[in-house]
């Protein structure tokens, strides 16, 4: 009895220290995000959407989610007419440009810095500089950060938008667009679709 008290005793402490393992990694990743900031990386023309794709490559590849977390290629519409009809067509905002939202140390201006078809970071002397709340809201860039109760798995039920009155399963979350993906039936069949974090609840 006292043997297998111990063993209790030992699994309980083991379960303790996992659980505070993991809670400290999760605050360092809050850390992580709160540290990072939208940097504008400079690049070769016409390789906006190339840079995009290597880098979001590299951060699969080396795991490193927590510390580039966006890189987007702003567009806009524009409308042009051809053959006198009009048509409304995306364009990149800021041509041999490309938008990071990530927490700058070595590591990380290494890899973006030395990915194919980029040039440098946009600053003083090539010193990375983060783009400021006003330059940043033109873009359509948000900086506060939405607390949430819910998680992907979670049941919720949009309340507003398009999709109201639907119900359905969080697939995914995207903390820096402030959206989640949901499956939601369309025409007979399953379909993801991406919803602001203002437009649902979590189902109890």
Known sequence: MAEEAREIEELEGAAAEAEVETEAEESAENTKVKDANWYVVHTYSGYENKVKANIEKTIENRHLENE?????????????????????????????????????????????RNTRGVTGFVGPGSKPVPLTEAEMKPLGIRTDIVSVDFEE????????????????????????????????????????????????????
Do not use: C, H
């Not at 409304?88 to 939202?101: E, H, S, W």
């Not at 507003?160 to 119900?167: E, F, P, S, Y």
């Open 153 to 204: 798995g979670d049941t919720v039920a949009v309340v507003a938008g398009v999709w109201k009155d639907t119900i359905g399963v969080v697939q995914k979350m995207d903390m820096t667009k402030q959206t989640a993906t949901l499956n939601v039936e369309l025409f007979g069949r399953e379909t993801p679709v991406e919803i602001s974090f203002a437009e649902m609840r979590r189902m109890v």
């Open 68 to 112: 580039i977390l966006e890189v987007r290629v702003p567009m806009e519409d524009v409308s042009e007419i051809r053959n006198g009809v009009r048509k409304t067509v995306q364009r990149k905002m800021f041509p041999g440009y490309v938008l990071i939202n990530m927490v700058m140390n070595d590591d990380t201006w290494y890899v973006v």
